[in-house]
Structure formats: C-alpha cells, structure tokens
C-alpha cells in the first residue's frame, strides 16, 4: 500500500461519484439509438469509439494499456510489487442490439473510476491493478475464453449468419486470430477477479438493499423439446380423434413452470419461443417446437428437474398421443463465487453503511469464465423494474456511486488480503 | 320423367364408375404437383383449363353452358318442362395451394357423371338440372355468394396481398365485376340444390358406412386472443416475479380444449396459430396472439362456449397478473339441411344397400350459401384419414362411385318429390 495515505484516510476514500456518471454518460451516447437505448454491437464502429476513449482514460490515470491478441483492452495500474500476480476487475463495453447504458459499461467505467481514485490520491496497491475490457461478451465471450484458455480454435465456431467471422473482427479492435492463444493468461498470474455489474433482474430492488453479494453465476441449460401429433383439419377432424401438438405442448409449458416453481427454490425454468407448423387458423397443429432455458446454481437441482420434466412429458405425451423429445443443446455449469471474496463484500457494505442482498447471478458473465483462471467474486447493484437489454434500463446515479465504492473497498482489502511480503514477490518473481 | 324408361330400370340405373374415376385422373392431372398433389389456385391458369375441359365434357353430355358474371361455369341439362325450376349440383374445380385431387372436383365429376347417365340412357328428368362449378371456393366463394346475393360489391373486401385483384381475376375465367349482381339467381328459381363431396374428416372412415347423411353445415366463429403479460429477462426474473405470457396461453389453450370436449357434443374448439413476442429463448414471452375456431350446428351451445371461455380467460389472467383479451373475426352462421332431402338421401342409401352415418359438415362448402336460396342437402364420401387438403387426399374409386349413384338416386326421386304438373309448369311459366 502506498504511504501518501494513512490507514484512517485509505477507509474514508471514496469515488467521485459525479465523475462517474458523467462518463456513463458520455460512453452511452456511443451507439444512442432514437428511442434512449443504445446500440454497440462488438467490433462495430461505435465499439472501437468506446474502448479508444475508454484507452485514453485509462492512459489518462496512471495506467499502461495493451490490447491482446483476442481483443481485449486492458489497463494496468502498477503496484508496489510489480511481478505480483494483479488484482483484476473489468467488464464489456459492447451491447446487445437494443440495449440500455449500464450493462457491462457500468462494471468497466466503475474499475476505472476506481483508478482515478487511486491514481489522484497517489495510491498504488501493492498488487498490480488490471481494468480489463473484454472483447465481445454478448455474444462469444471471446475475450474472457481466450483469455482462460476456453475459447474453441475453429473460426466455424462463432459463425452467425449476422455476423462478420470472427477473425477479421477481432482484427478490427487490435486483436489476432492467428495468434489468440497468446491471450491466455497463466494460472496464478492473477490474484483475483471482481466484477461489478447491474442485476439486470429485479431482486435487489424488491429487497431494498442497493448492493448484491453474489453467491455464484447459476449453470444454466437449454434444450429443444419437440411435440409431433398430427395436423388435421380444425373443423373436420372430432375432438376425440386428434393428435394436437399444441394441446400437448401447452400442457408442457405447465410441467415447466411446475419445476420452476417447485419448492420455492431460486431455480427458473423458461419457454421463450415456439414454433408451430403448419400454423394456421383452420389447421390442428401437428408439430410444436419449443425452447426451454433452465438455471440454477446447483447441478442437483438441475438435474432433479430435468428428470421430474422427463416424467411428466411421458405422460402427457401418452394422454395427448403425442411424441415429445428433449433434446440438450447447451449446457453451462454453476460457478461459485470464491467465499473469502464474497464475505470481503458482505464486510465492506457493512462498514460502509449500505445494505445487501446475497443473490445469485442468473445472467452470464465475463466473471464465469474467470472463474477458471482465479478467485473471482461480483458485485450487484439495482436495476429499475429488474430490466436490461433494454432502452429503459436504468440503475441511478446514487447506485451506481455506492456500487463503486464497494469495489473501490473490496479491491483495497483485497489486496491486503493477498498480501504481498518481499518474501512473497521474491517468490512469485523466482516462477 | 322421360318414357324410355320404367320406373324399375330408372331405380336400377346405376353411374358408370370406371368412367367417373377417370375423369378424376385427368382432371387431378392439370396443376399436378411432383409431390402427387395439384395446385390449381381459382383464376389460374391450370382452373382455365380444368373449367374448359368441364365446358367441353357437358356439352358432350347433352348440356348447355353458360358461364355468369360470377364466374360460375353452369351447364344445364334439359327438363321435360324447361320452365320449371331447376334442380341443381355442383362444387368446385379450385384447390388451395397443396391439395388433392378430390376436394370439390370429385363433387363436379360426379355431377357430370349423373348427366352422362341420364344422357346415355336418354332420361330426362321433369325438371332442368344444372350441374354448377361455382367459382373460388377456396379463398372468396365469390361464386355462389354472388348467385345469393351476398356477394359484398367493394373489389376491396376481396384484396389479399398474395392474390390478384378479383375485377381482372374474374374477367380471365369470363366472368364480369362490373355486371355482378346479374349472376344473382331469384328465389323460386331453383327447386333444389345437393352437393356431393369427400368429408375433409375421419367420421366416415371411423364409423365404417361409405354415405355420409349431412345434418348441417356447422356455424363457424373465429378470434384473436391477445395475452399480454411482461417480458423480461428468462435468468434474472424469478418465478414469482414473473408475468409470463406464455404461460397464461397455455391454460387458455386448455381451457379452449375443455370447452371442444365438454359434454361429448360435436363441438369442435381449436388453438391453430400462435405468435409469441419476442420469442427468444432466453426471454420470458411478453405477449402471445392466438387464434381461436370454434364450430357448432348450435348458435347456443356456440354462445355457451364463448361464455365458459370468457370466464376461464379472465380468471387466467388475474392469476397469472396477465390481460387477456377475444377478438371476434368471424361469424358463419349454421346452416341446416332441408329435412326432406336429408330423409331422400338416406332411403336412397337404404334402398343401395349402402351403410350412412348422420354427421355435421365442420367445413364450409358453396352449399351453406345456396341454402339461402332452395332447400339444400349434402352428401359425404369417407376420406382415408380424414386427410384433406394436402397431397394424401384419397377416397377409393369405390366410395366414389357409390356417392356418385347415392347423388343420381337422390336426384332422381326429388325430381319426383317436386314434381311438375302441368299445372304447376303453366304456374311457373307465369310467374
């Protein structure tokens, strides 16, 4: 810890939390769309303005930048120790289509506020301090895999019919497809990952607490299901001699929310979207193809309801003399949040006067893959009405300022906590 | 009744059932589909040359034709009194896009096939008989509304962006817009009107009779159902904080099940075609649109239906914290037979030895419109499967010669049943 501050002023610090939202501000009127949202899909122009000026900044505090060969923008604020593994927060500056000004932007605009703060206050943590900006969270986490040694090395992978291939855009941000495992970073060359973010889901406002203590990114898995009766004609074909692939299929989408609402657990379980054919007003319909995303934070419960879904589908499939077929299609496995990380949190709200909520994240994130690489943890603040992706996104000022400080806290005692003695940096310095 | 024959010849005579089948063959081979269907849409080319073919076929036999302004191809088979009403069958040669060679041509053919008969065995019948290819079944029934006079006189009422104009549709086939209403036929013009056609079902083949005995054509109502409910996030909303569209469609699509198959009637309720926004997988649905047909020979137990329903929706929706909403569409009004009709064709099944089975027609047909004209009746053969309108349309040569002989004899004793005096000829003539 750097010797400007006294241990008395280190607790009182605090991010200067109009400079803060000034930049979400500024950064949200990249991509603005005419309807108050914003549109910054990865690799798009408007993306490349955002982490450019994101350099400068962070240029601007103290840092040194690079961008790695799987694009990802990473500042550097030296610590004391500079051959200390770094302590690491960061998020995404790219955008879903429509989307609001805080998702991803927030955790990254709060780091390097973070660094500001340090940086105008002579501070320097013993640990290196990394901001990272990952390349492309919406869509192939491009960044975080390849930095964790996750991502798949067949361009084919992350071909889209919307979307650019993946090498020429990860040019396009400084990045090298050719050369992206030079992106993954070695075990133990981090210390620790926090990410800070918005809930994009509604408990932390219904519980009243500004902070979310992040207890684990849920597993999360999707499946087709697929019903096949029999089209036939709607006014023709008698009650009694129908195979109706959408009577069966809405007693599927029942059984789903069953599972998810059994034992009032934190699961949930979800048909978003539906097929149907032939689809038309006078036909029965004779196939139904569905979609089902399911999530919790343990792989027990998941598979609890997959199996009870199993059953209940055969049922219903013989009653309605239907056939319906589960069929996997992605699976993510839960991610604890590291216990030491997430109690550092939980003691900062404390100390700070801000009260918090323990949630999971059912949402993905950069965090998840992180995971892999180090002890990671995530912070939460609210998000009105629990929306995201989304123009109406919004999380406050006020929010989004004790957010910040929370990690500002977190990353100071984090970096007590991994203490780095000359004995230590002799050491890490000797690998 | 003409006098070469006597009355045990006339009840002996029977189609010639080879002859019928084959012009099923031929007329099943113009707008073939290499699938084995046929698409002969109305106004096109392929329903020319269907019709032209008919043209040459009943003049062959004996008839006059003439096309009105409606478009309908009408030949008119001489009656000893010429002036007397005339008794009339008919159906159509139009298909929708992927059919089968039976829909309402076999009703024309088998038409045809009585006329020959006659005409072979020189029997005129006291009345005129017209055999009526009434024109666009399929898609306006601009044929026999305009015979009734129903036929809306706004060329917009009839405009769909996949099809052409109906003006220029119905000059192509020699038809006439600006003259429509001279197609309108004059109560007391005709003194019967029986349509023989496949069942669209699998009423027949499931009770095991050939002859399907019509009791009604069915009244039909159609809807929208608006459900909207709250998108959000399919991760971070919990289960008890949902307002999930999706879900509250499924209990109404049950709900609509249970009022199809309460009491064991003849209802038919059907769910055919759903829409969900924004139907994606990991966004719970905001809204679902659906449509609902529902049919009935009974305007109250229609009404009680939409009743029931009504109270389940609402209900639906204050527990599901949904709003959900019917919109009428569409009202067809049942349509009963002539009971005197209905009562001929079944002696005359009787009397052919052939089983029949009493069974509502759940589709529409020209007939339901003609029935506001003269008295009607309608005649079924079985359909494998109850499959219609698709390339695996099939009624066995059999079942079609049998509904072919079932129209003769029907034809044959009504031309008794309103038999012309020459009282009543010189009544008519006055008229």
Same mark, same amino acid.
């Given at each position: 810890?750097?010797?400007?501050?006294?241990?008395?002023?280190?607790?009182?610090?605090?991010?200067?939390?109009?400079?803060?939202?000034?930049?979400?501000?500024?950064?949200?009127?990249?991509?603005?769309?005419?309807?108050?949202?914003?549109?910054?899909?990865?690799?798009?122009?408007?993306?490349?303005?955002?982490?450019?000026?994101?350099?400068?900044?962070?240029?601007?505090?103290?840092?040194?930048?690079?961008?790695?060969?799987?694009?990802?923008?990473?500042?550097?604020?030296?610590?004391?120790?500079?051959?200390?593994?770094?302590?690491?927060?960061?998020?995404?500056?790219?955008?879903?289509?429509?989307?609001?000004?805080?998702?991803?932007?927030?955790?990254?605009?709060?780091?390097?506020?973070?660094?500001?703060?340090?940086?105008?206050?002579?501070?320097?943590?013993?640990?290196?301090?990394?901001?990272?900006?990952?390349?492309?969270?919406?869509?192939?986490?491009?960044?975080?895999?390849?930095?964790?040694?996750?991502?798949?090395?067949?361009?084919?992978?992350?071909?889209?019919?919307?979307?650019?291939?993946?090498?020429?855009?990860?040019?396009?941000?400084?990045?090298?497809?050719?050369?992206?495992?030079?992106?993954?970073?070695?075990?133990?060359?981090?210390?620790?990952?926090?990410? !800070?973010?918005? +809930?994009?889901? &509604? *408990?932390?406002?219904?519980?009243?607490?500004? @902070?979310?203590? $992040?207890?684990?990114?849920? #597993?999360?898995?999707?499946?087709?299901?697929?019903?096949?009766?029999?089209?036939?004609?709607?006014?023709?074909?008698?009650?009694?001699?129908?195979?109706?692939?959408?009577?069966?299929?809405?007693?599927?989408?029942?059984?789903?929310?069953?599972?998810?609402?059994?034992?009032?657990?934190?699961?949930?379980?979800?048909?978003?979207?539906?097929?149907?054919?032939?689809?038309?007003?006078?036909?029965?319909?004779?196939?139904?193809?569905?979609?089902?995303?399911?999530?919790?934070?343990?792989?027990?419960?998941?598979?609890?309801?997959?199996?009870?879904?199993?059953?209940?589908?055969?049922?219903?499939?013989?009653?309605?003399?239907?056939?319906?077929?589960?069929?996997?299609? !992605?699976?993510? +496995?839960?991610? &604890? *949040?590291?216990?030491?990380?997430?109690?550092? @949190?939980?003691? $900062?709200?404390?100390?700070? #006067?801000?009260?918090?909520?323990?949630?999971?994240?059912?949402?993905?994130?950069?965090?998840?893959?992180?995971?892999?690489?180090?002890?990671?943890?995530?912070?939460?603040?609210?998000?009105?009405?629990?929306?995201?992706?989304?123009?109406?996104?919004?999380?406050?000022?006020?929010?989004?300022?004790?957010?910040?400080?929370?990690?500002?806290?977190?990353?100071?005692?984090?970096?007590?906590?991994?203490?780095?003695?000359?004995?230590?940096?002799?050491?890490?310095?000797?690998?």
């Amino acid at each position: 810890m750097t010797q400007q501050c006294n241990s008395t002023e280190i607790a009182s610090l605090q991010v200067n939390g109009d400079r803060l939202n000034d930049t979400l501000k500024t950064i949200g009127a990249i991509g603005a769309l005419p309807n108050g949202g914003v549109r910054r899909l990865a690799f798009s122009l408007e993306d490349i303005q955002a982490r450019t000026i994101l350099q400068t900044w962070m240029e601007a505090a103290g840092m040194t930048t690079t961008i790695d060969t799987a694009g990802n923008l990473i500042g550097r604020y030296p610590g004391r120790f500079p051959h200390t593994p770094a302590l690491a927060t960061g998020s995404h500056l790219d955008t879903v289509p429509n989307a609001g000004i805080y998702d991803g932007t927030y955790g990254v605009l709060a780091g390097l506020e973070v660094v500001r703060t340090l940086h105008e206050n002579n501070i320097h943590l013993d640990h290196p301090l990394e901001l990272i900006v990952f390349a492309d969270e919406e869509r192939t986490m491009i960044g975080s895999k390849a930095m964790a040694g996750q991502a798949p090395l067949d361009p084919d992978y992350y071909a889209h019919p919307h979307y650019a291939p993946l090498p020429p855009s990860l040019a396009a941000i400084g990045g090298d497809w050719e050369r992206l495992t030079a992106s993954q970073r070695q075990p133990g060359s981090l210390a620790a990952f926090v990410e !800070l973010h918005v +809930e994009q889901g &509604p *408990v932390l406002e219904a519980a009243g607490g500004p @902070i979310g203590l $992040v207890t684990g990114i849920v #597993g999360q898995r999707r499946y087709s299901i697929t019903v096949a009766g029999q089209a036939s004609h709607a006014g023709t074909t008698p009650m009694d001699m129908r195979q109706d692939a959408l009577v069966a299929a809405a007693q599927v989408i029942l059984a789903v929310n069953k599972i998810g609402t059994a034992d009032n657990g934190d699961q949930v379980a979800t048909v978003g979207s539906m097929k149907l054919s032939p689809n038309v007003v006078n036909t029965i319909p004779g196939q139904v193809e569905m979609t089902l995303d399911i999530r919790d934070l343990s792989n027990d419960r998941l598979d609890q309801m997959v199996a009870t879904l199993e059953q209940d589908m055969a049922a219903i499939a013989q009653a309605t003399q239907t056939r319906i077929h589960l069929q996997p299609k !992605l699976r993510n +496995e839960p991610v &604890p *949040v590291n216990s030491h990380i997430h109690s550092t @949190i939980a003691q $900062v709200c404390e100390d700070l #006067g801000l009260p918090s909520t323990a949630l999971p994240s059912r949402a993905s994130h950069d965090a998840q893959i992180m995971a892999s690489l180090t002890d990671m943890g995530m912070i939460f603040v609210p998000s009105d009405d629990g929306i995201s992706h989304a123009e109406t996104e919004y999380t406050s000022p006020e929010h989004c300022t004790q957010g910040a400080n929370v990690l500002l806290h977190t990353l100071l005692r984090l970096d007590h906590h991994y203490g780095c003695t000359e004995e230590v940096v002799a050491a890490v310095s000797a690998i």
